[in-house]
């Protein structure tokens, strides 16, 4: 049996890593879930699975959650950021599903690692602005990091078995969303209601805009180059629309190890779950024969501005990619409100950029006063 906390519960990763553990009743325990406000489908999280602790944003929504739950028989609730950390470095557990969304993910990672927890990481956030301190730490307790998000989840599948040889390159895919192929004329006409449809992956509403204007893709190439520690510029993007090869290594020698599976997340999930094992799992199998092509092209760097700028902040480093992680939050929060236009959301962050004061290996403090300076100043920009 392997204990699990999920950071993130109610959310997409989190009700599909729930999905997976539902199919394994022999497998898998539920230890500790936290969620942000969906208090009502949180307490039918604690009626399904029976964890110990559960925890919430806010102090105000535990009675509501106490009132549902009444009947059940729970130990223990937190709320705020002293819940978070309670649940992801929960005494029983064995393994953290890291399903937040944003900045706040990465000091429940950390808490985890020291407390000896594998970590099943989908938040991205954590190895885009903090790769330099997550990395390093989880290797001194020994702890795995094993990548959630389904490209990387693919790059780690390749690299099995070959772990000690050498990579030549990263081909890391992208169904390049909604817009792929519009011009920034076209751009400038899309509404939020275009930008929210996501033809291959289910996911939450920041991850899918950051799909549509490619500033995902970007976050995702930093996050690879952490993980696998391999060069930015060794990880090359190739959208691939089908969303069917998920990722893939070449080595030295010019072999390429990719893996592929129909767009389904609970693959990844289940396999940072078991890994190195894998179980059986419910879903639509892959068949190649329906599938008539499989293309694979570059994005366009001046369409997709978000995605240049993620790899010239990536190369530079420092606290550069908190500055560019923290404006896109931001300017995707203006977006979602109909206060920017789509194109807005790059430019936002470039000037963002620019305007950082570089500091080279930031402290977890230094990373977050660079991400409160960066909303602040955006704020400001949009009153
Ligand atoms: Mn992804």
């Known amino acids: 049996m392997k204990n699990v906390s999920i950071i993130g519960s109610t959310g997409s990763i989190g009700t599909q890593t729930l999905s997976v553990i539902r199919e394994h009743p022999d497998l898998f325990n539920v230890k500790a879930l936290s969620c942000g406000r969906n208090i009502s489908l949180l307490a039918q999280e604690i009626r399904e699975f029976h964890p110990e602790y559960v925890s ?44 937040i969304v944003g900045m706040r993910g990465i000091e429940p990672t950390i808490a985890a690692i020291k407390a000896k927890k594998d970590i099943a990481l989908a938040n991205k956030e954590t190895l885009v602005c903090a790769g330099h301190i997550i990395m390093p730490l989880a290797k001194e ?87 696998f520690d391999v060069p930015i510029d060794d990880i090359v993007i190739h959208v691939h629309r ?39 799992l419910s879903g639509k199998r892959l068949d190649l024969f329906s599938i008539k092509d499989l293309t694979f092209e570059k994005p366009d760097l001046s369409v997709f501005k978000g995605l240049k700028i993620a790899m010239d902040v990536g190369r530079q480093g420092g606290n550069l990619p908190s500055a560019f992680n923290a404006a896109d939050e931001e300017a995707v929060k203006l977006f979602l409100e109909k206060r920017i236009g789509f194109l807005d959301i790059a430019d936002i962050i470039e000037k963002a950029v620019e305007e950082t004061e570089f500091i080279n290996s930031p402290s977890l403090d230094e990373i977050e006063q660079t991400g409160n300076i960066t909303k602040e100043r955006i704020r400001k920009d949009h009153l």
């Not at 009947?71 to 953290?96: A, H, Q, R, Y």
């Not at 959630?148 to 890391?172: K, Y």
């Open 56 to 99: 919430v944003e806010r102090e105000e929504d535990l009675s509501v959650l106490m009132e549902l739950t009444k009947d059940c028989p729970i130990k223990g609730m937190g709320f705020g950021k002293e819940g978070l950390i309670t649940v992801s470095s929960f005494s029983s557990s064995d393994i953290l599903v890291s399903g």
């Open 141 to 227: 307790y020994g702890v795995s990091i094993l990548p959630v998000d389904s490209e990387h989840s693919a790059i780690f599948q390749s690299l099995q078995g070959n772990r000690d040889n050498e990579i030549d390159r990263i081909i890391l895919t992208a169904s390049g969303g909604p817009f792929f192929g519009m011009s920034v004329p076209e751009l400038q006409k899309v509404t939020v209601e275009d930008a929210l449809k996501n033809p291959n992956w289910d996911m939450g509403a920041k991850v899918t805009i950051d799909s549509a204007d490619m500033v995902n893709k970007g976050l995702e190439v930093m996050e690879a180059h952490w993980l």
């Open 242 to 280: 089908q969303s069917i090869l998920h990722s893939a290594v070449m080595f030295k020698d010019g072999a390429v190890m990719a893996q592929l599976g129909t767009p389904d997340m609970r693959i990844p999930i289940q396999y940072a779950l078991t890994y190195p094992k894998r179980v059986s």
